[in-house]
């Protein structure tokens, strides 16, 4: 931890390894060379939590072309980071009377229905000429992109195309993070039926774990977001990815119990007489989850401490009684996320998944990019 005011005053670490992030981005590089294909980055959700304005400038360095987006704002910050060089493509799509925002800050809009199709057709056609865009073709989501229907009324009328310059087709897999779904093939199946109707410039299906699933799933680009940040694209399998973010906070106080008492909100913990508690300074305000109460760890170098007693806003409370005094004294730091303890490995305690956790994390800690 660096000697500085920053550092002094802060309760916990969040250190992110920038070159990890780019060694990440250049495993799917890697991977996607024998098949050709192009290998984008997702930095939505300010890069996933660890700041947009730090990991893109990153990843762009590393040599990545293309970016991806949630929402326009999110495209407008990032071309003012980034500058007019990258590719940036906007998974919301076309907001109403937002079109002109598409043009004057170089964005592709992703079109998820056929109504956004005609709008963007009108823009283009009263504009002057063709602009890029996406088509997103739901193949088993559920969720965005053009459905069966709307697919067929595309096939059956073509012309509902002309006029624009459509630069990529694209879907979204359902279950590619389980190798052996069979809903991965299907909706493979379906995108490349779907392809033969429409002529685009690129096609995109595979997102992180997709990648994984083979050059069949390639096509001009793959899509890549949680995995860059640490997060396993192949959980039945160890983790190809090198860890991004290191999780640390202070250790404001030790204590001894000398009589059986509860510890934290509610007393959901009875702490025997000999043990020793460290109280750590950070809570569910920070990101770290309610649901690790009486569940999660944290650890003092090799040392593992199990939280006791109920997460709190601002702090939680470990069992020191195994960990050796002279490593957990105040103002000491634990592991909260570290070498011992992943994204994943907390997600899973937590119930919930990486992404979550990530992009969660609070804005109280001091971030240290390496």
């Avoid at 990032?78 to 060089?85: K, N, T």
């Amino acid at each position: 931890m660096s000697n500085t005011p920053e550092s002094r005053r802060a309760g916990a670490v969040l250190s992110i390894d920038l070159d990890a992030l780019a060694d990440n981005w250049r495993i799917f590089r890697d991977l996607c060379a024998p098949s050709k294909a192009e290998a984008a980055a997702v930095v939505k959700a300010c890069a996933y939590g660890l700041g947009v304005d730090r990991a893109a400038p990153a990843l762009m360095q590393a040599g990545c072309k293309t970016f991806f987006v949630a929402s326009i704002d999110e495209a407008i910050e990032l071309r003012s980071i980034l500058g007019p060089a990258p590719t940036i493509h906007v998974f919301y799509g076309l907001m109403e009377g937002a079109e002109r925002d598409f043009v004057e800050f170089d964005l592709i809009p992703v079109l998820n229905t056929l109504g956004e199709v005609g709008a963007w057709r009108a823009f283009c056609l009263g504009f002057g000429k063709p602009l890029p865009c996406d088509l997103h073709i739901d193949t088993g989501m559920s969720r965005l992109g053009l459905d069966g229907q709307e697919l067929t009324s595309l096939v059956d009328n073509p012309d509902q195309l002309d006029g624009l310059n459509l630069n990529m087709a694209m879907s979204h897999l359902a279950s590619a993070e389980e190798s052996d779904n069979p809903t991965n093939a299907l909706q493979l199946v379906k995108f490349q039926a779907a392809l033969k109707h429409i002529n685009p410039t690129h096609a995109s299906l595979a997102n992180s774990s997709g990648t994984f699933l083979g050059p069949d799933y390639h096509f001009d680009l793959v899509r890549p977001g949680i995995a860059l940040y640490g997060s396993n694209p192949t959980p039945d399998q160890p983790n190809p990815m090198a860890q991004v973010i290191r999780l640390q906070a202070k250790v404001l106080q030790v204590r001894t119990i000398d009589t059986r008492q509860g510890v934290g909100y509610g007393s959901t913990y009875q702490a025997v007489p000999g043990a020793r508690l460290a109280t750590i300074a950070a809570g569910y305000a920070d990101g770290y989850p309610r649901r690790l109460s009486n569940t999660g760890d944290v650890y003092f170098g090799e040392f593992r401490a199990p939280v006791v007693g109920r997460v709190s806003m601002d702090l939680i409370t470990v069992d020191v009684s195994q960990v050796p005094e002279p490593l957990c004294r105040p103002g000491q730091l634990a592991d909260l996320i570290g070498p011992l303890n992943s994204i994943d490995d907390v997600a899973d305690k937590a119930a919930t998944i990486g992404y979550e956790l990530l992009t969660q994390l609070g804005s109280r800690y001091h971030r240290v990019y390496t």
